[in-house]
C-alpha cells in the first residue's frame, strides 16, 4: 500500500511560504497532475520524499540533489506549492477521493531554490542545447531583433522568456510518410506562374494544397515575387527571402516587417535525400495545374 502524505507533514530544504490551513487542490479522476491551486496543471518538478529536487537520471545524484525515489513530491514551478504524487496514483486507481492536500509552499524566487533548480536542469539535460539552460524548456522560437542588413535572431525560450544565442538547425526529417506525397506536381498560386513541386501532401489547407519545393525552385519563386511586388503597396506587398544565418527562407508582408514584427520561417526538411521548403505551405492559396501536350515539332 502506497504511504501518502498530509498538509505540512514536510519541511523542504529550501526557504518557504506559509501556507493556508486546509489547502487542497483539485484532482480529477484519471488526471496525471494536480490543477495546482495558481491554476497551473502542467509544469512540475519531481522532489523526494522530503521535498529536496531529484536528478532525473539515472546513477548517483550529484551534490545538492536526490535521487529518483519510487513515488515523488510534484512541485509546481509556477507558485512552488508541493503535492504527492502518490496521491495521484491512487486517484488513477480509483482509490482515493479528488483532491490533494498542498504539503508545503517553497519559495521559488529563493538563492537556494534557483540554485537547485539550475543543478537540476543542468544534470537532466546536459549537452542538450535545444533546451533552456534556465529552466529546461524544449520549448522555444526565434525572435527578430534586429532588421538591419540581414536579419538577426536569438532564441526565447516559451516558458520563462530567457534568450540565448539563436543555434540554426539542420533539415528537418519528412512530416509524413512517402506514400503521402506526390512527387513533381505542376502548382501555382494565382500569379499564373506554374512552378513544379519537389512533393506535395495529402494534407490540404482551406482545401487549398501544400507543396514543397527544391532549393533551385524557391529561389525562382522569391525572385518572380521581388520583381512582381517591387511596386505594390506595402500592406500587399509579400517579402521571401533566403537567409544564410538560418538556413531557412524568411516570409513576411512589407508591412508586418516595418512593425517589427518576425517573419514566418520555412526550414528545409529531407524528403528521401532531397531537401524541400515549404513556401507558403498552409498559407498561400496554392492548387494543381493541368499541363496540355508538348507541342508537336514543326
Known sequence: MI???????????YPTIPIAVGETARLEPGSLNVECRCGNSERFHAADRSGRLVSE???????GLAEMPETCLA???????????????LT???LAAVGSPVLARINT??????????LAIQAAHAGDTSRCP????AESFPVLISLRDEPTFVTRCAF???TRPFASQPPQEALMPATSLRFNVPVTYGDGRVYIAHTVSDIRWNGYLCPAFTRDVADQIAADLAQDEADAPDEFRILVRWNGELQAYLLQSAEYESAGDPPEIVRGRDSEGTTVYGIGSGSWTWSAVELGPAPAAS
Open 92 to 94: 488513477l486507481a480509483g
Open 75 to 89: 512541485v509546481c514551478a509556477d507558485c512552488g506549492r508541493v503535492y504527492d504524487d502518490a496521491l495521484t496514483d
Open 3 to 13: 504511504s501518502t502524505l498530509t498538509a505540512g507533514a514536510i519541511t523542504p530544504p
Open 160 to 162: 520563462c522568456g530567457s
Open 57 to 63: 537520471k539515472p546513477g548517483p545524484a550529484p551534490d
Open 134 to 137: 534556465r529552466c529546461g524548456s
Open 109 to 118: 524566487a529563493s538563492t537556494e531554490w534557483r540554485r537547485a533548480l539550475a
